[in-house]
């Protein structure tokens, strides 16, 4: 079943003052079936971000269309936006995005609160998690306690928490070591087995490798995508590496 379908997007940006105009995305169409991991690529001001930020209903497009299980999100009313995105997306952030003053559990329950659910459904739905993402011993503590792999996961959590249609990831590894980013990855995979929907934007052709099929971004348009099939992390990585060879003419990538 199709969860989300991208149609001739596009984006242009007027600088300040009515100046010069940049086009950030000129006509990119692409579906995500549900219980796909898709990873999106491409070099920096590619249009990579402006087209997650687009799928979370951040921003809105110049001229196209996002369906999200049917319903276009390109014509939802600003007042209403925060409560669907709430209700139907989790978002992972390169910087956790997590409150100090919170511990990471309140952190993870901060959206069910915004939705006003029972104190009995968090801690039940918390329960599930904690066990898989490996927080049960952490919920007590605070951001600045611990690693910036477990406040990831915490945040991973707090995405979950309310069983999104679609999880959107932006650079979730940037700001872990790779021993950090590997494990992140590992249960990106593992929620992605259990049937969570995934999209993640990435410049790390490792983070990538865990993904079932990479969109390249390139020039404002989706230029070029590649499936995983029956390839092994180490085969998706090199077919990874070698894409962006081609289409950045040669130039070293991230790994």
Do not use: W
Request: proline share 2%; net charge neutral; hydrophobic share 40%.
């Amino acid at each position: 079943m199709t969860v989300l379908e991208v149609e001739h997007l596009k984006k242009i940006y007027t600088t300040r003052f009515g100046g010069a105009k940049v086009q950030a995305l000129s006509d990119v169409s692409f579906s995500v079936e549900e219980g796909e991991f898709v990873a999106i690529m491409g070099e920096s001001g590619s249009g990579k971000t402006t087209l997650l930020n687009i799928l979370a209903g951040l921003d809105k497009p110049t001229a196209g269309t996002v369906r999200l299980k049917g319903y276009d999100m390109t014509k939802i009313a600003e007042n209403q936006m925060a409560a669907y995105r709430r209700d139907n997306l989790g978002f992972v952030f390169q910087d956790f995005n997590l409150l100090n003053t919170f511990t990471l559990q309140d952190n993870i329950f901060l959206p069910m609160v915004l939705s006003q659910k029972s104190v009995e459904e968090m801690e039940k739905r918390l329960e599930e998690l904690a066990g898989t993402l490996g927080l049960s011993q952490l919920l007590r503590k605070y951001p600045y306690e611990v690693s910036g792999g477990q406040k990831q996961r915490a945040a991973v959590a707090r995405a979950l928490i309310t069983h999104p249609q679609i999880l959107l990831a932006d650079e979730p590894t940037g700001a872990l070591d790779s021993r950090a980013a590997d494990s992140l990855m590992g249960l990106f995979g593992t929620i992605n087995r259990q049937g969570q929907t995934i999209v993640m934007v990435t410049h790390s052709t490792r983070a990538a490798s865990h993904a079932g099929r990479v969109i390249f971004i390139k020039d404002g348009i989706a230029y070029h995508q590649i499936y995983r099939g029956a390839c092994s992390q180490d085969e998706m990585f090199l077919k990874i590496a070698d894409t962006l060879k081609v289409l950045e003419g040669g130039k070293h990538h991230d790994k």
